[in-house]
């Protein structure tokens, strides 16, 4: 019964470390992209409302 205790934290654990490196990779293109997409918004911004 002590393995299967392990097995489930071993499963959770490999959940968070996904949803880490989930996070590290949208940081990383946010760093990289980051102007370029915040140009697209203004621009889409821009011409949906012309005031």
Do not use: H, K
């Amino acid at each position: 019964m002590l393995w299967f205790r392990e097995e489930q934290g071993q499963g959770l654990l490999e959940y968070a470390l996904v949803l880490i490196l989930i996070a590290i990779v949208i940081v990383l293109i946010l760093a990289v992209f980051g102007a370029q997409i915040s140009n697209l918004f203004s621009r889409v911004t821009s011409a949906i409302s012309p005031y």
